[in-house]
């Protein structure tokens, strides 16, 4: 079995996220960066899907780690993923992510180096709580 330095592994969002997870915010496109700021900024696209990369920064509750407990996440779809549920709080809501992959990678700098993970999802899953409710019929 031969491992490509880019290597992605699936896993399970419950596995990667026992607690959940909650989006910062709103999920935006990631563009590449353009020094001529009269320009058009270009999104940039994955090298290995070749689907355009959004991103939106989470945060992990089960993290013990403050400054790794905020992170962001990357989407890797054609059209922008929208979450479905409620907001919590302005600007805060749980979302539970479809299509994850992590890919291992060193992070930190200097002699403060660990191991660290890339997360790409292919988008946001409908949660129970999010679906609208309906009514039930009487009996």
């Avoid at 020094?35 to 959004?54: F, N, S």
């Avoid at 922008?80 to 907001?87: D, G, M």
């Avoid at 409908?126 to 309906?134: G, V």
């Amino acid at each position: 079995m031969a491992l490509t330095r880019d290597q992605r592994f699936p896993v399970s969002f419950g596995e990667a996220f026992p607690l959940g997870l909650v989006l910062v915010g709103d999920i935006g496109p990631d563009t590449e960066f353009q020094p001529d700021r009269t320009k058009p900024a270009h999104q940039r696209v994955d090298e290995i899907t070749g689907l355009r990369i959004w991103k939106a920064a989470v945060m992990d509750p089960s993290e013990t780690k403050a400054k790794r407990a905020s992170f962001e996440m990357f989407f890797l779809a054609e059209v922008q993923p929208v979450p479905a549920a409620a907001e919590l709080m302005p600007g805060i809501r749980p979302i539970e992510l479809e299509g994850l992959t992590a890919q291992p990678k060193v992070m930190g700098q200097g002699e403060f180096k660990y191991q660290g993970f890339v997360f790409r999802a292919s988008g946001v899953k409908q949660t129970a709580s999010s679906k609208p409710a309906t009514a039930k019929a009487a009996a």
